[in-house]
Structures are given as structure tokens and as C-alpha cells.
């Protein structure tokens, strides 16, 4: 198989410090978990800013700080988020403005379920055309995030509108909990990869207390990994994580015990055909 992409989520765009002391919001503890994972083995980081309070924004002042304080200490591919539900679409697509290598491109809407709260994430077609386009334009390497089997119609659309260039990278999201979630669990992942289509390499990203498994089969099946505080705040049951580096440690292991071996940054970005 080929070498391991392991993407480090450090931050994300809902839950906070209130979660998890050891989440970072601000651009030095950000730089500073970025740089651990990357010598922990992770390959790319996937970005979210925060402001002085810990909101999510779109802020491209506060991204170019973080991409450059990163670029500044480690070579990560790094890759800007064009999420973040509560966040007006038009500042969401500013984050381009930092120049990132790679950004997510979310190819649907759903409805986070967190803290009792019902928190709205909406992704039209057009949205999702406009990202894409804006991405091509600027030579951004697309993560496509999909949620359920059904937002691979959009992947078809983007296909076949010529917004997408080979090979296609789509990030299968499973076990969000919420409308529009997809369970983490076995067959549900393998329906997702065979949904996949031609010409894509696939990551797997594991919400909660399905992260491990996730990651595990992604391994096996030949595909790359997620992990980090973003997508999961424990490191086992009822334990808390300590630092996003303890999740990359963790996927390194198990890779090299089960014959996968790590990418580098720049095999990684030869692998995804980041010029």
C-alpha cells in the first residue's frame, strides 16, 4: 500500500477549551500543537481560527498568522478550513485569502447536535460550486468532506462540471451526531469507499467515540487518516486527551503494525498532486 497521510484536526469550530483544556484556540497554542503533531508523523494540518473570546471566524489576519508561524517552524502541508456552522458563507471563503495549500470543501448541510443545542450547517450547490471554483482558481488542493453516501452526488456534480482536478481527496466524515450524520460504524464505511469515485483517494475522519475504528479500517483498506481534538476529545473512555500529538502517536504505531508506512509532507503533496 501506499504511505500513510495522517492529518492532524487540532482545533475545529464548535466545542471549546469547556471540552477540553488541552484544545488550542489561539494562534501560538495552535502553531505550537501543529508543530508537535508534525513531529509526532502527521503529514497536514487541518486549520480552524478562533478570536480573543475562542469563536470560530473566518478571519484570513488570523489564518495567514497561523499558516505562517507553521510554515515558519515545520514544512506540514497545511490545510485551511472553509467550514465552521454560525460563520456567514462569505467570510468562511476568506480563509483562502492565507493561501493554503489544501482547504475542505464541504459538499453538504448538516445539523450538529452539541451541548443541546441544534447548530445549523448549510452547504447549497451553488455554495458548494462557488468553493470549488474559487479553489481551482487559486490552485487549492480540494478536501472533499462528506458526511452521508448521499453528498457524493455533489462530488458527481463537481465531477462533471470540471471543478475538480485528479486526484480527487475526499475526507469520509462518519459518526457525526446530528441530521445529516452517517453512524462510524463497519459496513457503513465500507458503503461509503464504494461510493468513492474514480481517479479519489480517501481519508477517514472518526467522530467521537468512533475515531479509532475508523482510523483502524482506513488503514487497512489503503486509505488515510484524521485525528486530532477536533474530531474527538477523549483518548480512551473516560480520559480525557492530553495534546493532539497523543493521537498522531497513536495512529503511527498502529500503521507500522499494520504494514502501512508514514508520508512525509512532501510525499504527501506529491501523492495529492499539490504543485
Known amino acids: 500500500m501506499e504511505k500513510l497521510i495522517i492529518t492532524a484536526a487540532l482545533t475545529g469550530g464548535i466545542h471549546g477549551k469547556e471540552a477540553n483544556p488541552a484544545l488550542p484556540e489561539q494562534p501560538d497554542e495552535i502553531i505550537a500543537s501543529a508543530v508537535e503533531c508534525f513531529n509526532a508523523g502527521a503529514a497536514m494540518v487541518h486549520i480552524h481560527a478562533r478570536d480573543r473570546e475562542g469563536r470560530g471566524v473566518g478571519d484570513p489576519a488570523i489564518f495567514s498568522a497561523i499558516n505562517e508561524g507553521i510554515r515558519a517552524r515545520c514544512p506540514m ?18 480563509s483562502l485569502d492565507a493561501k493554503p495549500e489544501s482547504a475542505s470543501l464541504n459538499t453538504g448541510s448538516v445539523v450538529f447536535f452539541y451541548g443541546g443545542r441544534e447548530v445549523v450547517f448549510q452547504n447549497l450547490r451553488s455554495e458548494i460550486e462557488a468553493f470549488a471554483a474559487a479553489m481551482l482558481g487559486r490552485n487549492i488542493k480540494p478536501e472533499l468532506e462528506v458526511y452521508n453516501p448521499s453528498m457524493f452526488g455533489e462530488v458527481e456534480n463537481l465531477v462533471a462540471k470540471n471543478l475538480l482536478k485528479k486526484p480527487y481527496y475526499v475526507n469520509m466524515v462518519m459518526g ?34 468512533c475515531q479509532l475504528a475508523m482510523n483502524t479500517m482506513s488503514i487497512i483498506a489503503g486509505g488515510h487518516v484524521r485525528v486530532g481534538l477536533e474530531d474527538n476529545v477523549f483518548f480512551r473512555k473516560n480520559e480525557p486527551a492530553k495534546s493532539n500529538a497523543q493521537f498522531v502517536e ?12 508514514i508520508a512525509s509532507p512532501d510525499e504527501a503533496r506529491k501523492m495529492l498532486g499539490i504543485e
Open 77 to 94: 502541508v497545511i490545510q485551511n478550513t472553509t467550514g465552521g456552522p454560525g460563520i456567514p458563507i462569505e467570510r468562511r471563503i476568506m
Open 250 to 261: 497513536r495512529i503511527v504505531r498502529l500503521a507500522r503494525e499494520l504494514g502501512r508506512e
Open 176 to 209: 457525526v451526531n446530528g441530521m445529516g450524520g452517517f453512524p462510524g460504524t463497519p459496513a457503513n464505511l465500507v458503503a461509503m469507499i464504494g461510493r468513492l469515485p474514480g481517479g479519489a483517494l480517501f481519508n477517514v475522519s472518526g467522530i467521537g467515540r
